[in-house]
């Protein structure tokens, strides 16, 4: 069984940059077959698909979150991360890791991180 958890700072200040790592367990990261996603909910809003990373290190990001967003991974350690630059309160949500199971015609998200909040606030 495949689990991920997500962790870093829960509170930030604007113009900061939020910064969050997801563990995996049960899977390679580098993993033929598999992506590795980042989502995000703001408070009464619906879910937004921030960004991913492949199996080969390459990433795709939403191109309203393009220029402020990083994904990255260290192998090693089986992890993903997160980097949001010059957050506003906005940018305030519930933040998920989750992988993607990918085809040649479809893509799915069959495991979720349970979240972790991040909170902007002055």
């Known amino acids: 069984q495949v689990q991920l958890q997500e962790w870093g700072p829960g509170l930030l200040k604007p113009s900061q940059t939020l910064s969050l790592t997801c563990a995996v367990y049960g899977d390679p990261i580098t993993a033929s077959g598999y992506w590795w996603s980042w989502i995000r909910q703001p408070p009464g809003k619906g879910l937004e698909w921030m960004g991913v990373i492949t199996y080969e290190g390459m990433t795709h990001y939403s191109p309203s979150l393009n220029s402020r967003a990083s994904i990255s991974r260290d192998t090693s350690k089986n992890q993903l991360s997160l980097q949001l630059s010059s957050v506003t309160p906005e940018d305030t949500a519930v933040y998920y890791c989750?992988?993607?199971?990918?085809?040649?015609?479809?893509?799915?998200?069959?495991?979720w991180g349970k979240g972790a909040l991040v909170t902007v606030s002055s």
């Open positions: 989750a992988r993607v199971y990918v085809r040649s015609s479809w893509c799915g998200m069959d495991y």
